[in-house]
Nanobody, 114 residues
């Protein structure tokens, strides 16, 4: 398994979750990494990205609420999600940024109840 996302769950609106993605192989070493999500009936979208050197970028819908970070020694990327909204409900995936087709894992489901 190249990328393993975890940390999803059910949370009430306004709550927080922290997602983790452990990488194996060289993908983490040579690529920017991103968190993506796909809500039911919608296309997958990039939520946040981080370069190897820590430069971050966020989708407008999560700016100020989500924080992406990475631990290069552990080959792990994180997504701290605060002030969650029902519209954040989706399956969350990690991948390189730009995404690599062969590295989509199963993702982790985040459900935000109102």
């Amino acid at each position: 398994v190249q990328l393993q996302a975890s940390g999803g769950g059910l949370v009430q609106a306004g709550g927080s979750l922290r997602l983790s993605c452990a990488a194996s192989g060289t993908i983490f070493d040579i690529n920017s990494m991103g968190w993506y999500r796909q809500a039911p009936g919608k296309r997958r979208e990039l939520v946040a990205s981080i370069t190897r050197f820590g430069r971050t970028n966020y989708a407008g819908s999560v700016e100020g609420r989500f924080t992406i970070s990475r631990d290069n020694a552990k080959k792990t990327v994180y997504l701290q999600m605060n002030s969650l909204k029902p519209e954040d409900t989706a399956v969350y995936y990690c991948n390189a940024e730009p995404a690599l087709d062969d590295y989509w894992g199963q993702g982790t489901l985040v459900t935000v109840s109102s």
